[in-house]
């Protein structure tokens, strides 16, 4: 029979949710962010698409400042073992921050969003809730924190997926990304609701204790893990729960999609890291088998299959957004060799990687978004000769795709080493899978350089040498990014520090 909580245990309830308000500032500011923007959309009449993006831009820059806060407190579970505070989770507080502030100004940028897009309040309102529901991702420690940090996440990229309403490309991808985030986060849910049913627990740490200390079944363990692995693998766009991402990718508004390449994919790794070290029992060694069966086999195969499928088939690709999808899976690929090493070198590795991407990612979409501008077309067969007409953002581009290929002297190059020498750290047993990833690079390099060759190469269908200079700033920040990725390529320690600080984890007795 339900009985209602005494005073004193409310008192305690009460006590519990106050003493950890104060860590979740950061949160409640961005939430607070939230609704200004929309009353502002509100009282303000006119053209305020300039004032709300850099309204947004300035909010999402001082939540940086509250994240900094965080670096003094102790780190520990929050609102009964719900939330959790640590180096971790930090780091991607951060890193959705600041991918939604170049999402903001590559929306800025793209001339679309003045012609086809009348709410531009509700477009930036939805991506400060997807950069909260990113934030709560990497601090949830419960499973039903999990799942309704990833519907937040979720429900707000179809909506912004879909956003250009009279382009077929933009429903088309706003509906293939609901029914396939539907299917995946249902069988994620069930997936928990398993291990549920063996533990009792939906605490992440506290599900490790009742399995190393009770035992499970086998066959329900690996099943639920199976599930759970299903949710996060679509989040992260790894083959074989890759479908969605090159649909949705074209379709969607170019600052939507880099948003989900680089910082849906950094969420998603951060809940498989922190799901699959933690909740998982691991027994003697990470590379015995887990569950009754052997996830590093499995996690290889997910990797090489990742790597491979996404560079062949990028080799084809005509339209860039789509070929940037494709690499995004090979991508996600090299991602998971760091996840296999299962130790704080290997997880150092993923967040370094991650920095790196986040440069030469943005920085490839922010220019594609400006030749798009321009030429109205993002074709590859559209961009000969375009070196001669916008040199900086041919020059910008070619620099962010060779750092996207892995080589020097770019901050692509040094994430891959540190991704192929985290697992050269763990013997002959993963030679092979670092030589594969090596090969897949390679592969890269054909489809990656395909376009500089047609910019500067290639001369144009169309008459006439006419400039097509974007304008100042765009020449600015894109002088920025493309210095940052070389810089960052030459001069790496502080991102390799920050790295390694970042991959300490609460509850963590795997290393």
Known sequence: MFELPTGAEIQSIVAALKSGAGYFIPEIYLSVLFMALILVDLAVKGRKSVLLGWLTLAGLGVSMFFIHQQHAMPGGELFFGMYV????????????????????????????????????????????????????????????????????????????????????????AALKYLIYGAVSSGLMIYGFSLIYGMTGETNILRISAELSAHGYDPLVMMLSSLLVLAGFGYKIGAVPFHFWSPDVYEGSPTPVTAYLSVASKAAGFALLIRFFYIAIPHGGSPYE??????????????????????????????????????????????????????DQIGTQAILFYLLSYLLMNYGAFYVVVLIANRTGSENLDDYRGLGRKMPL??????????????????????????????????????????????????????????????????????????????GMLANVLMSILMVLTIWFGLFFEPLSQFARYSSAMFGLTLY
């Open 393 to 470: 953002a041919g020059a910008a581009l070619t620099v962010f795709l060779i750092s996207l290929v892995g080589l020097p002297p770019t901050v692509g190059f040094i994430g891959k080493l540190f991704i192929f020498s985290a697992l050269l750290s763990k013997g002959s047993l993963f030679v092979g899978l670092a030589l594969v990833g090596i090969l897949t690079s390679v592969i890269s390099l054909y489809y990656y350089m395909l376009i500089p060759l047609n910019m500067f190469l290639r001369e144009s269908e169309e008459p006439g040498d006419r400039s097509l200079n974007p």
């Open 289 to 342: 088998d887990i569950a009754g069966m052997n996830w590093l086999l499995m996690l290889s195969v997910l990797s090489v299959a990742s790597m491979i499928y996404g560079n062949v088939v990028a080799i084809w690709q005509k339209n860039v957004k789509r070929l940037l999808a494709y690499s995004s899976i090979a991508h996600a690929g090299y991602l998971l060799l760091g996840l296999l090493v299962m």
């Open 85 to 172: 505070l640590d180096e971790f989770a930090i780091f991607f507080k951060y890193f959705a921050v600041a991918s939604g502030m170049l999402a903001v100004v590559v929306t800025m940028a793209d001339r679309r969003f003045e012609i086809e897009v009348k709410g531009i309040g509700e477009y930036y309102a939805l991506l400060v809730a997807m950069v909260i529901g990113m934030v709560m991702m990497a601090a949830s420690e419960d499973l039903l924190m999990i799942f309704l940090s990833m519907e937040l996440v979720g429900l707000s990229a179809y909506v912004l997926s879909g956003y250009f309403k009279r382009d077929p490309r933009s429903s088309e």
